[in-house]
Every structure is written in structure tokens, then in C-alpha cells.
């Protein structure tokens, strides 16, 4: 399973690997292959034909041939089906030139079939009526007519032999019946092999058999000497009958004596087992024979016997010798005659024709086949060469516009760095030198908007960091209110996250954040009236109990508001006009504001003190020296009228007194001196002052000191002023407050690196409309209040770089925040524990 | 099949289909050879063998007009020389040549051998008659003795087949692919 679930991706990766090495290696091969199996098949064609016309070359290799061109044939089909393969693919994908490849192609291959065709319907027909018009029926019968005269001509021989055999016979059998003594005349010679070398000598074929011991002892006496004496009879016949050869033969076939031309071999022709057979049922036996010693049969070669063609002929007789009374059993004699040279040698022409004739009748149909094969070879060869030339054409002239084509889509996709490989010289390459020139100048185009974007890109990253920057607050809006830009200085000043400014319209944003009512309301009067002036308004905005003052600076981007409405129409959905709208530039005016009031009330309150207090002294004294003068002249009455006047008059002058020096005090310009000090035990110091009033008073802090920069003098002051107004304000409530309380909480907040003051009391807090101004001098609720208490502590809070915010707890009761940055050394000591001290 | 892959099964299949009926062991009916043996005799190595040997009825047409038929014993002799492997010896290759003379009505047989030699021609009145003559031949000098040095181990392999090459060329191409023309026979191993 693992094998048969191989990873794709390594299935992938190989298959990338194979067709990589196609591309590289094998592809760009085929083309030479191709063109070389091309010209081989047309060579091998040439001596297919050459071979079929001329069977005696190229024999050998003529199957070879054919193995040849057929596998050259299915080389050429496969390389055209690849082609097909390749285009059709290309058509499915939609690959640019494809489909006018097809349509090339069709015509190319139409053209090139036509002719081919119709070429080779002709060609097939003139091959079948060519071949057919060699053979005549009247040739075909005059040759078996000439082979039959010639079979008469020699049967005629054949009779004329089989009567002289016959008649030969016949004697033989006279001339042996008529009792020669055969026995006797053998002893009588001195020899018979002797005598038949004789005889040898006047009649060179006359003998016995070789093996004439072995026939002396299969032979009786008196048949053995009446054999012998048989081969002159023989010979004497032989001669008369001008036979080549003649034999007789025994029982089985043995030979018992032969007489035979001088060229003939020693040992007789013995006729086959089934001649024997015939003969011994008293029938003669008579054929003719080619003669196998001819030297023109001697070789198993078609050619030997081509280059000698007469073929000596024979006549074999065979009949038997009836009568023959010396033999224990039937006797044949055998007769060979030499049918005559000139009537051989006619007669084998004509068998040779009427071959040849046979032949080419027998392999007519072959050889039309053979021919037909041939032909539909040249015919697929040419034509897949053709188709392949068509692939060739067809991709060359298509190779240009599909590069067109792609060029073309790049270029529309952007890509200007596209070039045309130009290597022709025709209108095509013309066409492709003006693509590349044109690309060449989108290019530069392209390239040169690209740098002024940059540029403009740069600028625009410049300004925005010199915006992100600014103190000042800068927002830039769209024609339709909608935030385009704004630095964190506005967000800042306007108290909204950054990231929210920046993703919603203006009358959004204030409805999210109501504190920002008054800023809308400004830029909506400013544009009910005109818009195309610059805005220059004073924003007052309390955020969480804090006032700012903004300084909005409005002006139109571009062009004019009020023509927004026309290009609208221009603008489509979810586009952002980058032209047009308006820039505010924010700035926080509250302290400058604050600080021209402080220095205001400031002047207010030297110059009342210096006013004020130096008439309070003599209208102190000149009050007691009344009480002191008068007092003892006067009656009772009077002097205790007296006394309450001038008491009256020193308390009322000792309250301005006191008003003044804290007139005085407010107005002292702040000469503190800053040293690291433990808040912690500054603030429990000053409640310790406080320990056993009426108002209970509880700190919650952390053991571990709190370290802050600031000068405990004023500080202590500070919390003197917040404790006693509190102090004052539970006790002079309008309603009496059940266990007056403040509360204290100390704490160091180690992200913003501050430490914060929380006092909080149980009593009616602020009135809300005091709020906004409960800092300004002269502003209290308590009827013997001087309103300083609170600006003081405002104003050595600002001293020490902190922050202090009013406002009524949920619960009740006013709650006063103060923030004063941490010293950095004590920020890493705060491991105390909560600890709450009354 | 995947993409990409080989384009043509079919064209595969047909070229295996056409080398399967290339291959001449692709039909061998007809020829089968029996027996054969060698002898050492006379200064000499000798052949003897047996076969049966079928000719169809294409034979028969081809031989009545005039085409002559080749047989041929391809005979191998190797000495077997144990670590030395094999060694092949020179023996002659006999061929019959059978054709139909027309005028007699006869069929004969030409032996020849590759050394030169040839063997008396014989002549048969019917085909069975020259085809049981080719296919049982006695006495065919192979080799002389001195080429099998003795004591030795021998083996020797023989068949009997029909030689296309002789064959008309236009007929040559069918004789390739028709059944009736594939006349080789297995080869005949034995050792002496």
C-alpha cells in the first residue's frame, strides 16, 4: 500500500523531472531525428522498389527493408500523433496561435492530401491492369500446349524404348532358356573377372557387380555362372538397342548384371521399392527421368540451375523376365535410354517457360501485394511527412502572433518589460520590432509616472510625518465630512483613539463622542454660512470632567465645498475622492487661556492685597483705640455698643486680613523648590494633623513609598487646602452629613507612570453647573467660602507638572483626582501592600 | 491514464501485435524433428536423422508453378570444456533443394552442402515421397573426424526448416506472416 499510495508530491516532482528533460534534451532532438528517419525511409523505399523490380538486388535485405520502412512509418506517426497530442491540449488550454495552428494545419494537410490521393488511386490502378496485362490466356495455353507437344514428343521415345526393352528381354530370355551350361563354361575360363575386363575393354560398361564375393556366395553354383554369362548377353543387347544403360536385376532387387555406357558409373541405377513392386505383378514400368549427374543440378542454388538450364533426360524401362529359366525366381531387366540432346534441350526450354510463366502466375497476386505495400508506404511516408512539414509550417507561422498575443496580454497585465524575440525579417518580424518599440515607450511612460508617484509618495510621507508631529491637531476631511487624515496630536485633543478618527464621518464621530457636539456644531455653522471663507473659532470641549479649549482653524482643500455636489455624480461606489474637503488645524488654547486668567486673577488679588491691607492696620488700631478711649467715658450701654462695633470691626478687618494673605498667597508667583520626596508619608503627615475632628478621614495606600518630584511645603499646602475645604464642605453642608468621611487613596500606576491622589467625600459634591469654573477664583459653594481654595490647588498641582480633575462620584459625595509624574527611581519599588490608615 | 503520459497505447499494442507475428517461433507447426544422432566413422562425422515434415497445400501450389522449395538441417556441434565453457565447431549445413519437373512429372531432390558437396540427385513421383527423403537423411558428412578429438563430451543440436530466403521475393512477405509458410521445427538437442 505504501507503494501504490505514493505522495503526489513525489509523484508531481518526477513528472516535472521527466518533461524538464524532455524539453531540454529529447525535444529538441526530434526535429534532426525526424528529418533523418525521414531521409533513411525515402532510401530504404528507393531499394524496396529497386528490390521489387530487380529481384537479384537487395534480396538479402529486401524483408529488413520493409522491417525498416515500417518502422520508420509508425516513428513518423508517433512524432505526428505527439504533435496532435500536444496540439489538442493546446486547444483545450486556450494557449494563443493554437486554434489558427489547427486551421493551418487543416489546410496544409487537405493540400497535401488531395494530390496524394488522387496519385495514389492512379498508381493502385495502374499497378493492378500492369501486372494483369503480362498474362494472356493464350500464352498460358500455348505453353501447356507446347509442354504437352513436348510429352508426346517424348513419349514416342518412351514407347520406342519400352519396345526395345522388350524385345531385349525377350532374347535375353531365349538366349537363357536355351540351356547354357553355365557352371562348365565358368570352369572353362580362366577367369571370369578376367573375362568380363575383357569385355570390359571392347564394351567399357560391361560388368559384374562390384561386390561379386558376396554375390558369389549368395549364388548357387550353376546360377552364378550362368549370371555371369548373362553380362555379355547384356552388353550384346545394350549395343543393339542403343540403350545407356542396361541391368538385371533378382529377387529384392538385387543387381545380377549390368551392361552400361562407357560414362555411366560401375554400379547401376537399382529403380526405387515401388517400381520393383510394380514390375514383379508382370507390368512394366516406363518413365522418363531428368539425369541426376548432370552437372547443372549438381548445386542446391535456384542460380546454378538458372546459368545451366538443358537437362539431360532418360527413359527407364523396367519389365520382367518371364521365361528366364535359370533363376529360382522372377528376374527385370532394366533399360536406361538417353533421350536425344537436341530433343532434351528443346524440351526443357519449354518446361522452363512454361515455369516461368507458372511462376509469375503463381506470385501475381504477391505481387501486386508486394507492389500495393510499396506504394501505401511511399503514400504514408510522404503523407506523415507531410502532416509533420504542416506542424512545422504551422508553428512557425503561428509562433509570432502567439508571441504577440502573449506580449500583449502582459502588457495589459502591466508588464512593460516584455520583449519579442525578433529573428525574422517578414512583415511578422517588422510587427514585432513595433511591439517591442512600443512596449519600450509604455515602459518609459510607465517608469516615469512611477517615479513622480514616488516622489509624490515621499512628499506625502514627509508631510505626514511632520503632521503626526505638530502640536497643533490637523484633520483633513472629504467633501462629504468624512475623516480622511488626522495626526495623533488631534486625536489627542479631541480624545479619540487615532485609529477610530480615521475610519468615520465627522457626524459620526460626535455622536460617538458627545464631547466633540460642540466642534461639529461650530463646523456646521461655519458651512451653513459659507465654507469658502477660513474657519477661526474657539471650541470649549469638557471630556470626563476636563475642559480644553480648541482653537479650530478651518480652511477649503482645492477647491470649493459648494461645488462637491456636481463631481459626486463623477465618483464611483466605495471611491475615495483624494481632492476636495477641508483641513482644521486644532491647537489647545486652555492653558494659554487658563494662564491669562491665573495671571489676571493674579494681578487681582496683589493688587487687592496691596489695596486692602495697608488701610486694614489703621482701621484696626483706630477701632481699638475707640474701644480704649471711649470705653471708660462712656455709660454702660454705650460701652457695650462700643464694644460690639469695634469687636465687630477688628473681626471683620482680621477676615480681610485673612482674605487678603490668601489673595496674597495666590498670587505669589511659585518659587518651589522640587525634591524627591515620599508622597506616602507626606499625605499621611498632613492627616495626622487632621486625626480626632469631626470628619473621619482614611488613607488607603501601599506601604512602599510613593516617590514624586515636588516641593512638600506646597504640596503640604495643597492637601491642606483639599482637606479643609472638604473638611468645611461636609460640615456647612445644607443638610447634615451622617459620619462625615473622606477618603484617601494613594496609588502608583506603573504604565503612565504616575501617581494618583483620589479624595472623595460622603457629602452633596459639586453642583454641576459649578463644575466647568470650579477652579476659577471666587467660586465655591459655602457662604464664608473665599473660592481660592481650590484654584490654589490647582495651581501648585500645575506647579509639580500634575493634573487635577473634579467631579461627583456615582455614589455622592465630590470626588477630586490628582496625577503627578513619578519619580523614575521609585517606580521600581512599588512591592508594597495595600494598607488603609484612619 | 495521466496526463502527460504515453500518448498512444494503442499504437503499442498494434507494434506488439506486429512483433509477436515477426517473431518466426510464432508458428512451427509442419516440422518436427525425431531423431538425430551422430556417428564417427570412416575418418569422418555423420549425421543421421528423422523428422516429420508436413508441406501444405501452399507448398504443393507453389512447387506445380515452378517455385522451388529449400529445406534446410542447420546442424550445431559443441564440445562441452566444463570451466572453458563451450566451443562451437565448424560443420557443414545441408540444404535440399525439392522442385517439380514438369516433362516427368517428378519431384526431386538436390542435396548440397555448405562445404561444397552434393549428393546424387533423387527423384520421387509424389510430394510425401521427396518430403519423407528430405526429412529423413542418412549420412550427411558434417565435419571431418579430427574436428571432434575424442575422448571429449559433445552435444549437438539440429533442425529442419524451410528457407524463406530461397523463396520468390514477392511471396517473401506473406511467408513471413502466414501460418502455412512458418515450416522451422525446435531444435533437437542430444549428446555423444
Known amino acids: 500500500m505504501g507503494v501504490l499510495n505514493a505522495p503526489p508530491a513525489k509523484t508531481h516532482a518526477t513528472a516535472r523531472y521527466l518533461r524538464s528533460l524532455y524539453r531540454r534534451h529529447i525535444r529538441p532532438l526530434v526535429p534532426w531525428v525526424s528529418a533523418l528517419v525521414a531521409l533513411v525511409l525515402m532510401g530504404s523505399l528507393y531499394l524496396l522498389t ?288 538417353l533421350v536425344d540432346a537436341r530433343l532434351a534441350t528443346l524440351a526443357d526450354s519449354v518446361q522452363s517457360a512454361f515455369h516461368q510463366y507458372r511462376e509469375l502466375i503463381y506470385l501475381r497476386h504477391s505481387l501486386k501485394q508486394n507492389f500495393v505495400m510499396a506504394l501505401g508506404l511511399a503514400l504514408l511516408l510522404s503523407v506523415l511527412m507531410a502532416v509533420w512539414l504542416a506542424f512545422v509550417a504551422a508553428t512557425r507561422l503561428t509562433e509570432p502572433i502567439r508571441d504577440l498575443v502573449l506580449g500583449t496580454r502582459a502588457v495589459a497585465d502591466g508588464d512593460y518589460s516584455r520583449r519579442l524575440p525578433v529573428q525574422r525579417t517578414d512583415d511578422l518580424g517588422l510587427l514585432m520590432r513595433s511591439f517591442n518599440t512600443m512596449t519600450a515607450r509604455i515602459a518609459e511612460s510607465a517608469e516615469e509616472t512611477r517615479r513622480l508617484k514616488d516622489e509624490a509618495d515621499a512628499q506625502r510621507d514627509y508631510l505626514e510625518t511632520v503632521l503626526q508631529h505638530l502640536s497643533s491637531g490637523v484633520l483633513t476631511l472629504s467633501d462629504d465630512a468624512q475623516v480622511r487624515h488626522a495626526n495623533a496630536a488631534a486625536a489627542s485633543l ?90 482644521l488645524v486644532m491647537d489647545d488654547i486652555t492653558a494659554i487661556i487658563q494662564g491669562q486668567r491665573d495671571a489676571a486673577w493674579s494681578e487681582v488679588a496683589r493688587r487687592l492685597a496691596h489695596e486692602i491691607k495697608n488701610p486694614l492696620t489703621p482701621i484696626q488700631l483706630s477701632a481699638e483705640r475707640l474701644r480704649r478711649k471711649l470705653g471708660a467715658v462712656l455709660n454702660e450701654a454705650d460701652a457695650q455698643v462700643l464694644e460690639r462695633a469695634t469687636h465687630t470691626i477688628v473681626q471683620q478687618v482680621e477676615a480681610m486680613k485673612h482674605m487678603v494673605n490668601d489673595f496674597a498667597e495666590y498670587a505669589r508667583m511659585p518659587q518651589s523648590r522640587m525634591t524627591a520626596l515620599d508622597f506616602t508619608a507626606l499625605v499621611r503627615d498632613v492627616l495626622d494633623l487632621y486625626r480626632g475632628g469631626v470628619v473621619r478621614m482614611r488613607l488607603v495606600s501601599k506601604d512602599a513609598p510613593i516617590w514624586i518630584d515636588g516641593d512638600a511645603l506646597r504640596l503640604r499646602q495643597l492637601l491642606h487646602n483639599l482637606l479643609k475645604n472638604a473638611a468645611e464642605a461636609l460640615q456647612e453642608a445644607a443638610q447634615p452629613v451622617e459620619s462625615p468621611q473622606i477618603n484617601l487613596s494613594l496609588s502608583l500606576r506603573q504604565s503612565s507612570r504616575q501617581v494618583e491622589l483620589l479624595v472623595e467625600d460622603n457629602g452633596p459634591g459639586f453642583p454641576p453647573e459649578l463644575l466647568e469654573h470650579i477652579f476659577e477664583p471666587y467660586v465655591t459653594t459655602r457662604p464664608k467660602g473665599t473660592g481660592l481654595g481650590l484654584a490654589i490647588v490647582k495651581k501648585i498641582t500645575e506647579e509639580h507638572a500634575g493634573k487635577v480633575r473634579v467631579s461627583n462620584a456615582p455614589e455622592g459625595g465630590a470626588r477630586v483626582q490628582l496625577c503627578f509624574p513619578a519619580h523614575l527611581d521609585g517606580l521600581e519599588h512599588d512591592d508594597g501592600v495595600d494598607k488603609l490608615a484612619d | 491514464m495521466a496526463r502527460g503520459g504515453f500518448a498512444c497505447p494503442g499504437l503499442l499494442g498494434m507494434l506488439l501485435v506486429i512483433l509477436s507475428l515477426w517473431s518466426p517461433l510464432a508458428y512451427a507447426g509442419g516440422v518436427s524433428v525425431t531423431r538425430a544422432s551422430t556417428e564417427l566413422r570412416d575418418g569422418s562425422l555423420w549425421l543421421d536423422a528423422d523428422a516429420r515434415l508436413e508441406l501444405f497445400k501452399d507448398q504443393a501450389d507453389a512447387l506445380s508453378s515452378g517455385v522451388q522449395l529449400v529445406f534446410a538441417w542447420d546442424v550445431v556441434i559443441e564440445q562441452d570444456r566444463g570451466w572453458w565453457g563451450t566451443r562451437e565447431l565448424n560443420t557443414d549445413a545441408w540444404r535440399a533443394r525439392l522442385e517439380y519437373h514438369s516433362l516427368s512429372q517428378l519431384y526431386r531432390v538436390f542435396w548440397s552442402s555448405s562445404g561444397g558437396q552434393s549428393l546424387e540427385p533423387e527423384s520421387f513421383a509424389s510430394l510425401e515421397g521427396a518430403a519423407d527423403y528430405i526429412s529423413h537423411p542418412r549420412n550427411l558428412w558434417l565435419a571431418p573426424a579430427s574436428a571432434v578429438p575424442l575422448p571429449g563430451a559433445y552435444r549437438g543440436r539440429a533442425r529442419l526448416r524451410l528457407v524463406h530466403d530461397s523463396l520468390p521475393l514477392p511471396i517473401r512477405p506473406r511467408a513471413l506472416f502466414a501460418s502455412s509458410w512458418q515450416l522451422s521445427s525446435e531444435w533437437y538437442l542430444w549428446a555423444f
Not at chain 1, 233 to 260: C, N, Q, V
Request: charged share 20%; with cysteine; glycine share 8%.
Open chain 1, 494 to 583: 479631541l480624545g479619540v483613539p487615532l485609529g477610530e478618527l480615521q475610519q468615520i464621518d465627522l457626524p459620526a464621530l460626535c455622536e460617538c463622542y458627545e464631547h466633540l457636539l460642540p466642534l461639529c456644531e461650530a463646523l456646521e455653522g461655519w458651512l451653513r454660512q459659507d465654507g469658502a471663507s477660513e474657519l477661526l473659532r474657539e471650541v470649549r470641549l469638557v471630556n470626563e470632567g476636563e475642559r480644553s479649549i480648541l482653537m479650530v482653524r478651518g480652511a477649503p482643500l482645492a477647491h470649493d465645498w459648494a461645488q462637491g455636489g456636481s463631481r459626486y455624480e463623477l465618483r464611483g461606489a466605495g471611491e475615495v475622492n483624494e481632492e476636495g474637503g477641508l483641513v
Open chain 1, 50 to 337: 529497386d528490390a521489387l523490380q530487380n529481384s537479384t538486388r537487395y534480396e538479402s535485405l529486401y524483408v529488413w527493408l520493409l522491417a525498416v520502412n515500417a518502422g520508420g512509418v509508425l516513428f513518423l506517426l508517433a512524432v505526428v500523433l505527439a504533435h496532435v497530442w500536444r496540439l489538442w491540449l493546446s486547444v483545450r488550454a486556450h494557449v494563443p496561435g493554437s486554434r489558427l495552428t489547427v486551421r493551418l494545419l487543416r489546410a496544409y494537410v487537405l493540400l497535401g492530401l488531395a494530390p496524394a490521393a488522387i496519385v495514389f488511386f492512379f498508381s493502385m490502378n495502374f499497378i493492378q491492369r500492369g501486372i494483369d496485362s503480362w498474362f494472356d490466356v493464350r500464352i498460358e495455353q500455348a505453353l501447356n500446349d507446347a509442354l504437352e507437344l513436348s510429352r508426346a514428343s517424348l513419349e514416342v521415345r518412351m514407347r520406342e524404348a519400352l519396345r526395345l526393352t522388350r524385345r531385349a528381354a525377350e532374347q535375353l530370355s531365349d538366349s537363357e532358356g536355351s540351356g547354357l551350361d553355365a557352371r562348365s563354361s565358368l570352369s572353362a575360363m580362366p577367369s571370369l573377372q578376367q573375362g568380363l575386363g575383357d569385355l570390359g575393354a571392347g564394351s567399357p560398361g560391361a560388368s559384374l557387380p562390384q561386390d561379386a564375393s558376396s554375390l558369389e556366395e549368395r549364388l548357387a553354383p550353376s546360377e552364378q555362372a550362368h549370371d555371369e554369362l548373362a553380362v555379355l548377353a547384356l552388353d550384346k543387347l545394350r549395343r543393339e538397342t542403343d540403350a545407356l544403360e542396361m541391368s538385371l536385376f533378382g529377387a529384392g532387387g538385387r543387381i545380377i548384371a549390368s551392361a552400361a555406357d562407357g560414362s555411366r558409373a560401375l554400379v547401376p541405377e537399382r529403380p526405387g521399392e515401388s517400381v520393383l513392386a510394380h514390375v514383379r505383378q508382370g507390368r512394366h514400368y516406363l518413365a522418363l527421368e531428368p539425369m541426376g549427374s548432370q552437372a547443372s543440378r549438381s548445386a542446391a542454388s535456384p542460380e546454378d540451375a538458372e546459368a545451366n538450364p538443358a537437362d539431360a533426360l532418360a527413359v527407364r524401362v523396367v519389365v520382367p523376365l518371364e521365361r528366364y529359366a535359370g533363376a529360382s525366381d522372377h528376374r527385370l531387366l532394366q533399360a536406361i535410354f
